[in-house]
């Protein structure tokens, strides 16, 4: 079952007096509990596409579904709501607030969306002895190393139980070793609550990790690699194949 689905979606700037297309009619389908990463160069449109998917930005022209709910058609208040019921969002560079202590950072997205049907503190718990955070939880961000920064983050992204995560280059200001272990930490945690993860990387390395690797390049997604192995094709290939291979049945 797909839990999100993007259908032609499209993205313009205004550049000077040039209209720049940052996602050019991009459609892709991830089912549930899948891992997707996408990769592209810089400037290729993968993090507009991304905070697109996540209801951070609007297309201008498309559908987005989170759960056949199409987030395009909601209006603000709802659209927020929405977000922090279902998804979350892990940031390149963690975007803690500096004021606050790591457990406070942490748990800014219960005051903004009180979900009643399971309990924050046995989460909590869970979340802090997943990411190793449980001594550092009274320290200001700027007391934390980079890697500590980023578990912050990722438990913020997690503390509602999302359904789906996001990540916008989570490991991109870690070193090879902080990377590995948060890209660990990512799974396990995922594989624990069942969630879906969409990640944006410039790390093949990560991505290899993935279900199925899409490669963005001049606002166009195309499938790069899967379970399978390497392929070559968009996504509207794919799908035809899904459909020959059906009616064969």
Do not use: W
């Amino acid at each position: 079952m797909a839990i999100l689905e993007t259908e032609n979606v499209i993205k313009q700037f205004k550049q000077y007096d040039e209209v720049v297309t940052a996602v050019n009619r991009v459609s892709l389908k991830v089912e549930d509990g899948e891992f997707i990463a996408i990769i592209g160069s810089s400037g290729s449109g993968k993090s507009t596409f991304l905070s697109l998917c996540a209801g951070l930005d609007r297309p201008n022209a498309g559908a987005i579904k989170i759960r056949g709910n199409d987030i395009t058609k909601m209006k603000s208040d709802e659209l927020s709501r929405f977000r922090g019921n279902f998804t979350g969002f892990i940031y390149q560079r963690h975007n803690l607030i500096p004021q606050f202590t790591a457990l406070e950072n942490i748990l800014i997205p219960t005051i903004m969306c009180n979900k009643e049907e399971f309990s924050y503190e046995e989460h909590l718990k869970k979340l802090i002895k997943s990411l190793d955070l449980g001594n550092r939880l009274h320290h200001l961000p700027s007391e934390l190393s980079g890697g500590q920064q980023q578990r912050v983050a990722i438990a913020r992204a997690m503390i509602n139980r999302p359904q789906v995560l996001f990540a916008d280059e989570p490991t991109g200001n870690l070193d090879r070793e902080n990377a590995d272990e948060v890209l660990a930490l990512l799974l396990a945690t995922k594989e624990q609550m069942g969630q879906t993860l969409v990640m944006v990387t410039h790390d093949l390395t990560i991505a290899d990790h993935a279900d199925k690797i899409y490669k963005m390049d001049n606002g166009k997604l195309t499938l790069f690699k899967d379970k399978r192995g390497y392929k070559r094709v968009s996504y509207e290939e794919e799908m035809q194949e899904a459909k020959a291979d059906f009616s064969a049945e």
